[in-house]
């Protein structure tokens, strides 16, 4: 398991969940791109997408946590 980190919102990512099925890179490109390191970037879009995109994904390979507000 790996989060990665924006303002509100981790993003979790379960590799051994995952299916590589490229749909999230698909929905939202400028966030998930398996070339680059991170590869996953959350800070390219809203919390709202991201809470969106993660919610569409039956695998549950994508999760998320609100984080509290300092």
């Known amino acids: 398991m790996k989060e990665y980190l924006k303002n509100e919102i ?3 990512w379960k590799p051994e969940l995952c299916e590589h099925s490229g749909i999230c ?3 939202l490109p400028n966030v998930y791109n398996p070339k ?7 800070e390219n ?6 809470i969106e995109q993660i919610n569409q994904r ?10 509290e507000k300092e």
């Open 45 to 50: 879009a809203t919390t709202q997408q991201l």
């Open 10 to 12: 981790a993003v979790i």
């Open 58 to 67: 039956p695998s549950k390979a994508l999760t998320y946590r609100l984080l």
């Open 25 to 27: 890179v698909k929905m």
């Open 36 to 42: 680059e390191r991170p590869w996953i970037k959350p």
